[in-house]
């Protein structure tokens, strides 16, 4: 099966850079994704990675190691908007499941 | 900017009834899925449906559970006889490739709540 490990919580600055952190362990593994949920929404595509290395949006980063089976997000220049849960996400077991992280949320201070 | 929609936004339910929660995922997308998500929890795969059938589905969708695509656009999910433990959001969502290489695009939720 899948398991995935995030921090439950992380507070940070606005303006900051803040990364959250993801542990997997999965039976069959294609890539790793990470969303965005705000409360009371819907998951929102942030990043994803198949390869190892570190995918670049904006002020998002994602970065993947396959053989430490980690991966991080990484937010920059943070603003109050980013307030939000955090979840990676990876497909594997199958081309067609996606097994969600238990989130992280983030506040985002002044 | 082309988006899922999912009805009704809200059902509230008695235990023991049928359910039938709708979805259009974007028109172009070939795989569609059903998540559900428990108050407070992580989003939880149901079910990927792809060329008309069910291609992978998860512990949680027994045979309580059911999909369909009744027509070219709405892709349904069926609870035959609803729980208490069924109250959740339920998330659809669609991409245009296989969900191991592809972004999944997700609707607003339909809030179950089975009292």
């Known amino acids: 099966g899948q398991s995935l490990e995030q921090p439950s919580e992380v507070t940070a600055v606005e303006g900051a850079i803040v990364q959250i952190n993801c542990t997997y362990q999965?039976?069959?593994?294609?890539?790793l994704s990470w969303y965005q949920q705000h409360d009371g929404g819907a998951p929102t595509f942030l990043s994803y990675?198949?390869?190892?290395g570190l995918e670049e949006t904006g002020r998002f980063s994602s970065f993947l190691s396959r053989s430490d089976s980690y991966g991080y997000l990484l937010l920059q220049e943070l603003q109050m908007k980013d307030s939000a849960s955090y979840f990676c996400a990876v497909s594997g077991g199958g081309h067609q499941k996606v097994t969600f992280g238990t989130g992280t949320k983030l506040q985002v201070i002044p | 900017e082309p988006e899922v929609t999912q009805t009704p936004s809200h059902q509230v339910t008695q235990m023991g009834q049928e359910v039938i929660l709708r979805c259009v995922p974007i028109s172009n997308h070939l795989y569609f899925y059903w998540y559900r998500q428990i108050l407070g929890q992580k989003v939880e795969f149901l079910v990927s449906f792809y060329n008309n059938e069910i291609s992978e589905k998860s512990e949680i969708f027994d045979d309580q559970f059911s999909v369909e695509r009744p027509d070219g656009s709405n892709f349904t999910l069926k609870i035959r006889s609803t729980k208490l433990e069924d109250s959740a959001m339920y998330f659809c969502a669609s991409s245009v490739d296989r969900a191991s290489t592809d972004t999944q695009y997700f609707g607003p939720g339909t809030r179950l709540t089975v009292l």
């Open positions: 999965t039976s069959g593994f294609y890539g």
């Open positions: 990675n198949a390869l190892d």
